[in-house]
């Protein structure tokens, strides 16, 4: 699910993305940031978001939950929700936060 916001936020993202409990990962193969939030105690289901464009006016973020571990070695394809209730109601409480700051 793409969420766009009509405003940058100066490279603060990552920082506001920690505040809604998010923590940052580093893909070393890619080389890619992302952020991602456990919903329980386990690894996995976790919420996942990706950075995709932040200008002088506007940032989109890409954000899905990754339902359970890639099953493949090698293979990154997983198990996602984009556009379910749970990704739906973690949307709103994103926006929510970013849009208050």
Avoid: W
């Amino acid at each position: 699910m793409k969420l766009y916001f009509k405003r940058s936020f100066n490279d603060r993202l990552g920082n506001l993305l920690i505040r809604c409990g998010y923590h940052q990962a580093f893909n070393t193969k890619t080389k890619e940031v992302s952020y991602r939030k456990r919903v329980g105690r386990l690894a996995y289901p976790q919420f996942h978001i990706f950075i995709n464009q932040e200008t002088a006016n506007k940032s989109v973020l890409n954000l899905h939950l990754d339902a359970k571990k890639p099953s493949y070695p090698g293979y990154h394809a997983h198990s996602a929700e984009y556009d379910s209730e749970v990704v739906k109601k973690e949307a709103e409480r994103i926006k929510h936060v970013l849009d208050n700051f």
